[in-house]
């Protein structure tokens, strides 16, 4: 598993790559945005195209990264889910609390 970690216009896109389920190797994820935070980041695209599976704990995570970034007052939107993924944000009402997007460019564009 790997984490692509990249800016564009003051926005810090992160892209995991693997399985995001228990048991499986970790993403850092959670790490990576606790310091991108403490560098002052405040607007966060997660881009979870290279996801081929997710699981209660890959949701967990999203949503404790969800609540480490608005309590800082910042922003985080999803884009790039796949069908199962995005079913599976929709099933447990995730849809709610996260904006999703089609492409990394439009959850780009929508901070604008």
Same mark, same amino acid.
């Given at each position: 598993?790997?984490?692509? @970690?990249?800016? *564009?216009? #003051?926005?810090?896109? %992160?892209?995991? /790559?693997?399985?995001?389920? &228990?048991?499986?190797?970790?993403?850092?994820?959670?790490?990576?945005?606790?310091?991108?935070?403490?560098?002052?980041?405040?607007?966060?695209?997660?881009?979870?195209?290279?996801?081929? @599976?997710?699981? *209660?704990? #890959?949701?967990?995570? %999203?949503?404790? /990264?969800?609540?480490?970034? &608005?309590?800082?007052?910042?922003?985080?939107?999803?884009?790039?889910?796949?069908?199962?993924?995005?079913?599976?944000?929709?099933?447990?009402?995730?849809?709610?609390?996260?904006?999703?997007?089609?492409?990394?460019?439009?959850?780009?564009?929508?901070?604008?």
């Amino acid at each position: 598993m790997a984490l692509q @970690k990249r800016q *564009s216009n #003051g926005i810090t896109i %992160l892209e995991p /790559i693997g399985n995001h389920t &228990y048991r499986s190797d970790d993403f850092n994820l959670k790490s990576t945005v606790s310091k991108a935070i403490d560098e002052g980041v405040k607007k966060f695209v997660i881009n979870l195209s290279g996801i081929r @599976k997710m699981d *209660s704990s #890959g949701l967990g995570e %999203l949503v404790l /990264i969800h609540q480490m970034i &608005y309590q800082e007052h910042g922003m985080v939107k999803l884009c790039s889910l796949t069908k199962e993924i995005s079913s599976l944000i929709n099933l447990t009402k995730l849809n709610v609390k996260f904006e999703s997007f089609n492409t990394e460019s439009s959850a780009i564009n929508s901070f604008r």
